[in-house]
């Protein structure tokens, strides 16, 4: 019987593996080394990434990222300053008789240095101005009272008339009384005394005999009769110092003063436009005072009047620019002439150069006037 064999599949033929990967243990070692190399970089920036995230910025290079180029930023020594403070704001009216103090921080200005201090403490500290008792409804910067009185011109006083090719004449003689009383020897003792007791004359001086003369001739020796005599009985007045001027004040309510102890101030900067203000404002109120002094009625009492006005770099005033008030029509002029009369050529005086660079041509000023 025939018997037909099928041929045998050859097997296939499997690629070349190198000898040290058969092993088991080698193939295992590779592929761990294979995922550290592909895993580390990966782990690397993920961890990189969040920390920039946490930060709020990603400040953090990776050391994949490439190189930039950097650069560095000089600022000039001008850049570097600290800009100068503004320069004060606020027009407070010093007292001219407190002594002059820079002081180390203020916005406010005035017509003089000064630093906020009062006679007695306050309680309530922290001000820069003295505590004043006043009215609530008012905002005052005034911290003294007074008045403005006319400035009279001082006469120069006239010179001695000294006649021509004349001398002098001669002091009077004083008067001289000669010590009253004498000593002497009586009794049987040898070294007894005794004494004789009168009444003390005037003009007593120790001289052996009596000297005629007047009783009130100067005391100085070699007076003249151009030397003024001294006379005991009516000394001459003492000699003052001017007192100045401040115009009528009223205070507004200020419980918070300064623990600093002296006249009273403000915290306040001299400047130009202090100065020229305080002026200005003496000189209205002074037409003012004159206005109602002159006039025939008065505004009632407890109303007030608040005038706007433009005034110009040459001292005049250019126009009034509002009226307010509960004073009338009568009370209303008085105010708005006080200002507009001084104000007229040649004006409150011109302003100076620091004035106008500051100002500009010209400004808009407010002014209140009470009735009181």
């Known amino acids: 019987m025939n018997q037909l064999l099928e041929p045998e599949t050859p097997p296939a033929k499997r690629g070349r593996i190198p000898r040290f990967l058969r092993d088991d243990d080698t193939q295992s070692a590779v592929v761990g080394i294979l995922l550290t190399l592909i895993l580390w970089p990966l782990l690397i920036w993920t ?28 600022l000039a020594p001008q850049e570097l300053r600290q800009p100068k403070p503004p320069p004060p704001n606020r027009f407070v009216e010093a007292n001219p008789d407190a002594p002059e103090h820079i002081p180390d921080k203020t916005q406010n200005f005035a017509a003089h240095n000064q630093q906020a201090a009062q006679p007695k403490p306050s309680p309530k500290t922290g001000n820069d101005h003295p505590e004043t008792t006043g009215k609530k409804d008012i905002d005052s910067t005034q911290i003294v009272d007074g008045h403005l009185a006319d400035k009279q011109p001082v006469p120069t006083p006239p010179e001695p008339a000294t006649p ?25 003792d040898k070294n007894a005394f005794g004494t004789n007791l009168g009444q003390v004359a005037e003009n007593v001086q120790n ?16 007076a003249n009769s151009t030397t003024p005599q001294i006379d005991p009985k009516h000394p001459m007045p003492r000699r003052t110092l001017s007192q100045q001027n401040v115009r009528p004040a009223i205070f507004a309510d200020n419980p918070t003063g300064t623990s600093n102890i002296g006249l ?25 005072d004159k206005l109602l002094t002159n ?50 050529a040649p004006g409150y005086g011109k302003w100076t150069d620091d004035m106008v660079a500051i100002l500009g041509d010209q400004q808009d000023l407010t002014f209140a006037f009470y009735y009181y």
């Open 47 to 74: 961890f990189s990434w969040a920390i920039g995230h946490l930060h709020g910025a990603s400040n953090v290079k990776l050391a994949l990222t490439p190189r930039t180029n950097q650069f560095n930023i000089e």
């Open 207 to 222: 001289v052996p005999n009596k000297v005629e003369g007047v009783k009130e001739a100067p005391l100085i020796e070699g």
């Open 295 to 344: 006039a025939g009625s008065l505004p009632a009492s407890g109303t007030h009047v608040v005038v706007t006005f433009r005034l110009k770099s040459d001292g005049t005033v250019s126009e009034i620019l509002k009226v307010d008030g509960d004073a009338g029509k009568l009370g209303e002029t008085y105010c708005a002439s006080a200002i507009t009369i001084p104000g007229t």
């Open 264 to 288: 009273a101030s403000w915290d306040a900067r001299w400047s130009n436009y202090g100065q020229y203000l305080q002026q200005l404002i003496d000189t209205v109120q002074a037409q003012w």
């Open 164 to 188: 021509p090719n004349t001398t002098p004449k001669a002091a009077p003689i004083r008067e001289q009384n000669p010590l009253t009383g004498h000593e002497k020897d009586e009794g049987e």
